[in-house]
Antibody
């Protein structure tokens, strides 16, 4: 069945970097925009980044703009989140999430991964 | 950014009750609103999108209404599996997209 599986989380010091991956299966990946959403007790659910189905458009939350980069490899059915200059407040569970409607650019998220934990700590 | 005000933050109810959760947005988002259910340790699950469209596989006791800046999620005849936290999310064409603070539905 269709699923998203994240990986790449871990513990990193402030100022460090991590790269998250989200492997998709069971649906036509290159027809759907993808997102990263994070959740922490302090800030709740927070949308982080969006990438269009063809990779042609990227959008970011102000809190991560200039530090995080979303990308996708449609040949590998995978979306990535490169996180640089990590801060204590980036500590959260990171989910990848799929748009509901194919070939669209602002949508609800009908499929989520299980989440990967990122801890920024000295 | 569009601000989301979700209420109540906690709701105590019994099996069989009908409950309503409200979400207000700081700007008109037409009908670009979704509702999610989340259980501890799990990812959110989409219940409703475009304010009132039931996601495939979601029981019909869940319903959504509203447009513009005021929206509601109604759960009719609450079932044991429905005790969870519920979030609204706006996904207007202008970024960023934002979530409400959540409503925890507890057993009375």
């Amino acid at each position: 069945q269709a699923q998203l599986v994240e990986s790449g989380g871990g513990v990193v010091q402030p100022g460090g970097s991590l790269r998250l991956s989200c492997a998709a299966s069971g649906f036509t990946f290159n027809r759907y925009a993808m997102n990263w959403v994070r959740q922490s007790p302090r800030k709740g659910l927070e949308w982080v980044a969006f990438i269009r189905y063809d990779g042609g458009t990227e959008k970011y939350a102000d809190s991560v703009k200039g530090r995080f980069t979303i990308s996708r490899d449609n040949s590998k059915n995978t979306v990535y989140l490169q996180m640089n200059s990590l801060r204590l407040e980036d500590t959260a569970v990171y989910f990848c999430a799929k748009d509901t409607t194919q070939l669209w650019d602002h949508d609800a998220f009908d499929m989520w991964g299980q989440g990967t934990v990122v801890t920024v700590s000295s | 950014d569009i601000q989301m005000t979700q209420s109540p933050s906690t709701l105590s109810a019994s099996v069989g009750d009908t409950v309503t959760i409200t979400c207000r947005t700081s700007q008109n988002i037409i009908s670009w609103l979704a509702w999610y259910q989340q259980k501890p340790g799990k990812a959110p699950k989409l219940l409703i999108y475009k304010a009132s469209t039931l996601q495939s596989g979601v029981p019909s006791r869940f319903s959504g209404s509203g447009s513009g800046t005021e929206f509601t999620l109604t759960i009719s005849s609450l079932q044991p599996d429905d005790f969870a936290t519920y979030y609204c999310q706006q996904y207007n064409s202008n970024y960023p997209w934002t979530f409400g603070q959540g409503t925890k539905v507890e057993i009375k």
